[in-house]
């Protein structure tokens, strides 16, 4: 009897509901990118109730008894999220008019949502989300355009609950259409081995270079990050294995983890997938995908090299040195044995340029992947390590799933009160029409709402937030959307909520408020370009050639001199006045039109270089004469 007993606790362990759970939702998900995803409701509603059940049994809470509250947990997210899939053409016919049993489920699903983002996220989203609810409640004791209509929580409960701006609307259905895949995608790249090969080729490129671990860190982070739609997630992905390199060759642990915390953020802008934000950009703006690809690609290279350069400098001025040759692969042989893993990445961008559907090119590029796991290396593609893959990428989810849950109270609540439409508009009358002091605004605002949350569900929130008042004052629609992307993903890595910082301070064993200084630093050109491409949108390609070609070449050399400025090397060790000088003329250069303001920067730092030489060479001299 005994043994029976420990046969079936065995037959039913956690780990194994939650493997089945893991290969459940990446079959549902295969299933409706290959076939054609279900109405947004009934995809939300599944998506997130398998989600639900795998959080709440991999972060059960930390008491005896606990199960007494996580299962009901499980059971009450599938009996919501199945209430919501059967009445869903009943609710449209009865236009807003909610039974008391909907405002009782509409109250579970939102602290379900709050004690899951607790467990994933930590308190600061749920409590923000709690200030949302708060406004919602007592809005209609605020003053001037605050004020609200009077809502109630009988109204405010289920139209979160079944509404489509609300907890299982746009916000998590990006996560259940677009964002999975591309984590599964990630998973089995890793899978087959391909992430290996990323982190191989980059060494063979970049590892002999000063400082070259840390040069193929950003090449690595950067080409797993773009196809994962977190930064967080990329950098435990790539972390683990860059971080103790970098720290090897001498950089400091908190430099180490900016590092792969900048690199891996950048991954979300950088084209073709933006960690999933490209196809939602094309949605929202109605402009062709390839149009979004074009107009993302220079900004992004020159955050990378902004940081490339930064950390080349930083190598130089401490006079670290790259890898000895026999640490490193052959680039010839690396390249050689694994270029059939670049095929998914070929694959995607292709039907994606092709008019084929996010899912359904994700879909083609996964299946691809596995037969190539299952060419190249037999070994990787065992039954216990494709459970393994299919277990990360539900636990990759988890996280994001829940702040996209979150995400969408606060969408609700702004839909419900007319916050957007009222915060555009304090965004004009503060500004004044004033466009800088605008974007300043935009951009913290950015900034505070993407705290905590994955750049996808930050960028959806803002570019009905915000979006909407930088195109009235006059911002071209593309520029005024990447102009909000790119500050809600760089609050990944500004404190105090950095989600990627944490991650990254964790694994290099660095003050996580020390590494998230330096990631501001080396994402500097992050937090400058934005505002040049809102002024001059000749850095997004739309443009004569020449002045493309002109401005691209000025704003490179720009991204140098602002790596100066952030690094204080170049040549030899650089003071505190000539760095300003770098800087300012950093700006000039990076800055369009007029063109007379580039010339004037480029001068500038021509001359000062010169006087480095000329002060090196003193230097040199100098010491010498003293040894002679």
């Given at each position: ?10 037959f ?44 709440f049994?991999?972060?059960p ?23 919501l ?26 602290l ?83 992430g ?33 739609g ?5 950098v435990?992905?790539t ?33 073709p ?99 190539i ?40 609540v702004?839909?419900?009160?007319g ?12 500004s004044?029409?004033n ?39 006059g ?33 290099a ?116 004469s003293?040894?002679?």
């Amino acid at each position: 009897m005994g043994k029976s007993l420990d046969v079936r606790r065995n037959f039913f362990s956690v780990e194994k509901v939650i493997l089945f759970l893991a290969i459940s939702l990446a079959l549902f998900h295969l299933y409706t990118a290959s076939f054609g995803i279900l109405p947004g409701y009934f995809q939300s509603a599944i998506h997130w109730a398998i989600i639900a059940s795998v959080l709440f049994l991999v972060k059960p809470l930390k008491f005896k008894y606990s199960k007494l509250i996580d299962i009901p947990l499980i059971l009450i997210s599938w009996y919501i999220s199945y209430y919501l899939i059967t009445v869903q053409s009943e609710l449209v016919m009865r236009a807003g008019a909610y039974t008391n049993f909907e405002v009782l489920l509409g109250i579970l699903a939102i602290l379900i949502a709050l004690e899951a983002g607790r467990r994933t996220v930590g308190t600061i989203l749920p409590i923000v989300c709690l200030a949302f609810l708060a406004y919602a409640l007592f809005g209609n004791y605020f003053p001037g355009m605050f004020q609200t209509a009077n809502f109630s929580i009988s109204r405010i409960a289920p139209y979160l609950y079944t509404g489509s701006d609300g907890l299982y609307g746009q916000v998590i259905l990006v996560s259940a259409q677009f964002i999975f895949l591309f984590l599964l995608f990630g998973a089995v790249l890793k899978l087959t081995g391909a992430g290996n090969f990323f982190v191989d080729l980059a060494y063979a490129l970049a590892g002999k270079v000063s400082g070259g671990p840390a040069q193929a860190a950003i090449l690595s982070s950067m080409l797993m990050g773009t196809v994962n739609g977190s930064g967080a997630a990329n950098v435990v992905t790539t972390g683990t294995f860059t971080i103790p390199l970098m720290k090897k060759v001498g950089y400091k642990p908190k430099f180490a983890g900016a590092v792969e915390a900048v690199a891996s953020n950048g991954g979300q802008i950088m084209p073709p997938v933006m960690g999933a934000v490209a196809f939602l950009m094309a949605e929202i703006t109605g402009l062709p995908y390839i149009d979004i690809l074009k107009a993302a690609l220079i900004p992004a290279i020159l955050y990378f090299v902004t940081l490339s350069s930064s950390v080349y400098f930083i190598a130089k001025k401490n006079n670290f040195k790259g890898l000895k040759k026999s640490e490193l692969p052959s680039f010839r042989k690396t390249l050689f044995s694994g270029w059939v893993y670049l095929l998914p990445l070929a694959v995607l961008v292709f039907l994606l340029v092709q008019g084929f559907s996010p899912q359904r090119s994700a879909f083609y590029s996964i299946i691809l992947a596995f037969v190539i796991g299952f060419i190249k290396d037999r070994t990787n593609m065992t039954l216990p390590n494709i459970r393994s893959a299919t277990r990360d990428a539900a636990t990759g989810i988890m996280p994001i799933a829940a702040a996209c849950l979150l995400a969408g109270i606060i969408m609700g609540v702004i839909q419900l009160t007319g916050l957007g439409i009222k915060i555009s508009s304090i965004l004009e009358t503060i500004s004044g029409g004033n466009l800088i002091l605008a974007l300043v605004l935009t951009m913290l605002t950015s900034i505070l709402l993407g705290m905590g949350l994955p750049t996808s569900a930050a960028y959806l929130i803002l570019a009905v937030l915000v979006a909407p008042a930088l195109v009235n004052m006059g911002i071209p629609l593309i520029a005024a959307h990447l102009f909000i992307l790119y500050f809600g993903a760089l609050s990944t890595i500004t404190p105090p909520v950095a989600l990627s910082v944490f991650g990254a301070a964790g694994i290099a064993g660095s003050d996580v408020w020390e590494t998230g200084i330096e990631s501001v630093k080396l994402a500097s050109a992050g937090f400058i370009i934005p505002f040049i491409f809102a002024y001059n949108d000749v850095l997004l390609l739309n443009g004569t050639i020449s002045e493309i070609t002109i401005s691209v070449s000025t704003a490179l050399l720009g991204c140098l001199a602002l790596s100066v400025s952030v690094t204080g090397w170049c040549i030899i060790p650089v003071g505190f006045i000539r760095r300003t000088v770098f800087l300012v003329s950093a700006i000039f250069l990076i800055i369009p039109s007029p063109f007379y303001w580039s010339m004037i920067g480029f001068v500038v730092i021509s001359l000062l270089v010169l006087n480095l030489i000329s002060t090196k060479n003193k230097h040199q001299s100098f010491s010498l004469s003293e040894g002679a």
